[in-house]
């Protein structure tokens, strides 16, 4: 069996391509956020968002709300990167953030949607 590592020098393995750039870092895409960059803010979103939709649809167990709540997080990025402690990674706090606000989210009411028309007129 050979190992990908054991490959000779510019050879890969078939089908695969081999990457144009590496990947840039979260830490580096947020300093261009910081810097108002709205396409690195569209990356992390791309990198970001399916894990985040699967963590919070896993705790309010409705896509609409958590599509909300994933939405929030990136606008809240967006908003407060100037202002952001990052202790460990920016994917923790951005798992963090997302927990949190699913957590307010499946404790808060739901809204009532009506479909009966009111038909009392105003005189």
Known sequence: MTCVTSLPSGE?????VPSQR???????????????DATALIELERRHRPSLYAQVYGILMDSTLAEGVVREVF??????????????????????????LARGRAG????EIHTKFDTTEDK
Do not use: H, N, T, Y
């Open 12 to 16: 890969s393995l078939p089908g695969m």
């Open 22 to 36: 590496p990947p840039v870092a979260d830490a580096d895409l947020l300093q261009r956020v910081v810097k108002r």
């Open 75 to 100: 606008a809240q990025l967006w908003f407060v990167a100037d202002r952001l402690v990052v202790r460990r990674s920016l994917w923790s706090w951005l798992r963090m953030l997302a927990k949190d």
């Open 108 to 111: 808060a009411p739901r809204r």
